[in-house]
């Protein structure tokens, strides 16, 4: 079971992402697996219940995912709010070992907190819990036997679904993430309960696995916390920075969108649109990409980059630092957020938290989640859409005044409360 799926997974990788093996994080994952491989002593009793919380792929790589802000986020907050209950024990796996791994929470001399193996392996009994927010989809599955093994001796197994959008948007992934997401999710449902991080995710996932004739046992929704960045802590601008940001005042309205540029972010479409009213309103309007380039968008980038109002109306900016990203937000008359399709609307929320005007695609996510002044496009449907913008150059809607937003305590204890953790 363990060697199909990691193989399986690398032949994949090998096959449609081979640039994949070169990042950091890959090769990251090896030295817990040959140090994870030598260990055999069962971690001693506890007096009291043990909460056991999944850092898999944080412990070997924080790349400041989204993910891993709510890894680290909810794990500072719920060790003290559990301190009476439980033991909370941090543990990782990998995909060629069996089993999960104690591990004890270290800080180096610049502040920053890492996880390290201590040489222990756990072995969960009745009245413990397993619980994790991570998407280790494919170290997950390689451990099928051992949850199987901590769910008969009484452990709660409660894992996150952050959405379903491998599954609802298969085109916007790598060909080998569908099957991965959907094997971990029927596989799952056999022991596992589910926290899912919108009323939106919990609904799609009952109607998937109603549809689907799979089991589910229980499933709950969050809210994420947003501790959203007040000072800047990085600084510094480009002479093309800042040219740009001089030339926006000769614009009507200028646009923005920020994020990586992948497919289900809507880039596409949202340029499409433009290039369309830049035949009416060329000297106008502005639309600016800020964001990474990311998988499966070469035909994209190629369009913005040979686009005639490239630079002109038309900027795109692979790399920003936070005081220019403030500037951006500062001087738009309009954040654009176009996905396809989201498990959280984060992005809305942060551009609201800013007091900027918000124009977002009209999906079940956002409108459950964005402030009143949000105005919502058919994106759907390109040439509806055209013309809501064109109605909204002529009445703009009000920048968002109330963003509804909780701090991490508050995100972790409606998360302990809907568990029946706490």
């Not at 109603?210 to 959203?228: E, R, V």
Request: proline share 4%; hydrophobic share 40%; charged share 25%.
């Amino acid at each position: 079971m363990i060697k199909f799926i990691v193989f399986k997974k690398i032949y994949d990788v090998l096959t449609n992402r081979p640039g994949r093996l070169l990042k950091k994080d890959f090769y990251s994952r090896l030295k817990p697996i040959v140090q994870s491989a030598l260990t055999f002593r069962k971690l001693p009793r506890s007096e009291r219940p043990r909460l056991y919380f999944d850092v898999s792929i944080l412990a070997s790589y924080d790349n400041k995912t989204g993910v891993q802000r709510v890894i680290r986020s909810v794990f500072a907050e719920m060790k003290p709010l559990l301190a009476d209950k439980y033991d909370v024990v941090p543990v990782s796996c990998t995909a060629l070992t069996s089993g999960f791994y104690a591990l004890e929470e270290t800080e180096n001399n610049i502040g920053e907190k890492k996880f390290s193996l201590t040489g222990y392996k756990i072995s969960p009994e009745r009245g413990d819990v397993f619980l994790s927010f991570e998407q280790a989809f494919v170290e997950h599955l390689a451990q099928e036997d051992t949850f199987k093994e901590m769910n008969n001796k009484g452990c709660r197994i409660i894992l996150t679904v952050y959405d379903l959008l491998p599954l609802q948007l298969p085109n916007c992934f790598p060909v080998e993430v569908n099957s991965i997401f959907q094997n971990w999710l029927s596989v799952s449902s056999k022991y596992a309960e589910f926290l899912c991080d919108s009323k939106t995710v919990e609904s799609d996932l009952r109607k998937y696995l109603s549809l689907t004739q799979q089991t589910l046992i229980k499933s709950y929704w969050f809210y994420p916390g947003s501790n959203f960045v007040k000072n800047v802590s990085s600084s510094g601008m480009s002479k093309e920075q800042s040219s740009y940001l001089s030339n926006l005042k000769n614009f009507n309205f200028n646009f923005l969108m920020v994020g990586t540029i992948e497919p289900r972010k809507g880039h596409k479409t949202v340029l499409e649109i433009f290039s369309h009213l830049w035949k009416s309103y060329n000297d106008k309007i502005s639309l600016t990409f800020i964001g990474k380039e990311g998988w499966m968008v070469d035909d994209l980038t190629k369009s913005i980059k040979t686009s005639d109002a490239f630079n002109k109306n038309l900027f795109w900016f692979n790399d920003a630092s936070d005081s220019f990203l403030d500037q951006c937000y500062k001087q738009t008359d309009a954040v654009i957020i176009a996905s396809l399709n989201e498990g959280f609307g984060l992005p809305i929320l942060e551009a609201a938290q800013r007091k900027c005007r918000v124009i977002a695609n009209d999906i079940p996510i956002f409108r459950e989640v964005a402030p009143k002044e949000c105005f919502f496009l058919e994106l759907t449907n390109p040439l509806i859409a055209i013309g809501q913008l064109k109605d909204w150059f002529e009445n703009p809607s009000e920048p968002c005044t109330n963003a509804q937003v909780q701090t991490w305590k508050e995100a972790t204890l409606q998360i302990l409360k809907k568990t029946s953790l706490i």
